[in-house]
């Protein structure tokens, strides 16, 4: 993975946060899957922000995204030997708590490893990224730290 993709996924990271904080900064509405786990504006935010980010950065890498897993069969997964994992709001039972704990989450996943991930928290701006070889990074804001 390039230097440049990785800035450009991080900063996707950062986008789908900033979507999330415009919902979790209105009277939003509350479904359910089928799974009877939470479902809000901010996830299908979210969701589609990262999905078409990635979608025009590495269009030859598949997506696979919760919000999105069930349209993609089993059998077409697992012969992905590469691709991108996607959780767009991870902890939306705590984003309708409204408690700040929930993250954006968005690895890229190489014969079953992370490669490099990224985790952002939308409330702190706190954000993580990494991967083997690569060492671990925490940003607050525009600034990073080994």
């Known amino acids: 993975m390039t230097p440049d993709l990785r800035e450009a996924v991080i900063a996707l990271a950062r986008e789908a946060a900033a979507r999330i904080l415009e919902v979790y900064q209105t009277r939003f509405d ?3 899957k089928d799974d009877a786990s939470p479902l ?3 996830d ?3 969701h589609h922000c990262i999905v078409d980010g990635l ?4 269009p030859e890498i598949p997506i696979l995204s919760e919000e ?6 089993l059998a077409v997964r697992r012969g992905w030997s590469r691709l991108w994992l996607v959780d767009p709001l991870d902890g939306t ?3 309708v708590k409204r408690n700040g704990e929930f993250t954006v989450n968005i690895a890229l996943i190489e014969d079953g ?3 490099f991930g990224v985790n952002q928290q939308p409330v702190t701006g706190q954000l993580g990224h990494g991967g083997p070889g690569q ?3 925490r940003r607050e804001g525009g600034s990073c730290e080994v």
């Open 68 to 73: 999105s897993a069930h349209q993609v069969p």
């Open 40 to 42: 809000t504006e901010a």
């Open 30 to 32: 509350v479904e359910h």
């Open 55 to 58: 979608a025009t950065l590495a």
């Open 113 to 115: 490893v992370a490669g």
């Open 135 to 137: 060492g671990a990074r």
């Open 44 to 46: 299908l935010a979210s």
């Open 93 to 95: 039972r705590e984003f």
